[in-house]
C-alpha cells in the first residue's frame, strides 16, 4: 500500500523559507513519479514541481520557478521541496502525491492517484 506523509509546514513571514518533507512507503521511487501540489481556500489544487525519480527530470509551475527546489532521496524514500524567498501567495495546504512512472503523465492533479494528508504553509506579509 501506497503512503506519504508530509511534514514541515507552518508560519513564515514574506521572505522566509521552509523545507517541506515527505515519507514514502509501500513502492519504490525509481518507478514513481513524485509531486507536491498546493491548495489555497477556494481555489483548485495546483501543481507546484514535480520530479520522476528514475532521470532526475524535474517541472516548476512558473510561479516559484527559482525560489523552489525539488528533490528526492531514494535510499530513505524521502522527497523535499525546499521553498525560498516565500511570498503570501504561496499560502496553502502543501501536498504530496505519486503516480507509477508511464510518458502520459504531467505534473496536474488529476494525473496523480496517491496523496499525503496535507501541511499548512502560512506566509505572512
Known amino acids: 500500500e501506497v503512503q506519504l506523509v508530509e511534514s514541515g509546514g507552518g508560519l513564515v513571514q514574506a521572505g522566509g523559507s521552509l523545507r517541506l518533507s515527505c515519507a514514502a512507503s509501500?513502492?519504490?521511487?525509481?518507478?514513481?513519479?513524485l509531486g507536491w501540489f498546493r491548495q489555497a481556500p477556494g481555489k483548485e489544487r495546483e501543481g507546484v514541481s514535480c520530479i520522476d525519480s528514475s532521470d532526475g527530470s524535474t517541472y516548476y509551475r512558473d510561479s516559484v520557478k527559482g525560489r523552489f527546489t525539488i528533490s528526492s532521496d531514494n535510499a530513505k524514500n524521502t522527497m523535499y521541496l525546499q521553498m525560498n524567498n516565500l511570498e503570501p501567495e504561496d499560502t496553502a495546504v502543501y501536498y504530496c502525491?505519486?503516480?507509477?512512472?508511464?510518458?502520459?503523465?504531467?505534473?496536474?492533479?488529476?494525473?496523480?492517484?496517491?496523496w499525503g494528508q496535507g501541511t499548512q504553509v502560512t506566509v505572512s506579509s
Open positions: 509501500g513502492f519504490s521511487f525509481d518507478d514513481y513519479i
Open positions: 502525491a505519486a503516480v507509477p512512472d508511464r510518458a502520459s503523465v504531467v505534473c496536474r492533479a488529476g494525473d496523480f492517484d496517491s
